[in-house]
């Protein structure tokens, strides 16, 4: 990504489909009807409070949702997105008319608890790695959801593989086996792009890492190689292009794959398997 603004890019259509699926329309329109015939006028002020510790992320996602049902209410936040916070924890206050407040409360803890579990989750992964290899998401995200939750690994401290398949050229083991090999597949993409891309190449045995050595490439992606040939790899590539461990990666085997001296790992799991942080709103009462 550009900037760390480019996660909003198609926000406000992804936040109008959230609420007209929990609303039955968009705001004005959009029903609850259990907070219509209760409340009419009545204000009130609230606290979010985090059920579990974590690592924020989303209070911008959080903040313009409320904004699209009622720019009227005010959220104020105590803690920043990367920031980590304790159990019990208030992490913002928002204020205003309680219908209103009601009406967006599931759809903005709906995104805040999904983008906060993978920040964590990401944060727990580098406190594993311990500063020996950085640590890349995939493209294995939600639809539409991508640019949010890769915004949410680099809130955790991980850092963004490619976007998507036109920023960056990764040639994988499908393109290989139907390109005749690495080498005839780089020089294809070198006549068509020259050196307009990054370029990744999958390599799954040591031969094939040979191969992508001699080709120049920019990345050598190490798929699902045990630890010892991703430890002959490494030496073999010495430096000349990165290096990244994939394939079959979980928490437990940091441990394992770091110390081979690989560049990267990188983890689908980051997003396509995460336990959101759970996260409750509560009328607030100052403590006597």
Known sequence: MNSEEDYQKGLPELIDRALEEDLGGLPPRGLDVTSEAIFSDERERYHLVAKGAGVLCGKDVVSAVVSRVDPAV???WTYDDGDSFPRGETVAFLEGAVRSILQAERTALNFLSHLS???TRTAEFLRALDGRAGLLDTRKTLPGYRLLQKYAVRCGGG???RIGLYD???IKDNHIDAAG????AVERVRSRWGNRYRIEVEARRLEEVQEALACGVDRIMLDNMSDHE???AVKLVAGRAETEASGTMTRERIARVAPTGVDYISFGMLTHTVLPVDF????YRRPN
């Not at 409750?280 to 009328?283: A, D, F, N, T």
């Open 74 to 76: 005010t959220v104020s």
């Open 280 to 283: 409750s709103l509560r009328v």
């Open 230 to 232: 991703m430890t002959r």
């Open 181 to 184: 090999g690495i080498t005839s």
């Open 168 to 170: 960056m050229v990764m």
């Open 117 to 119: 579990g993978i920040s």
């Open 159 to 161: 850092e963004n593989h």
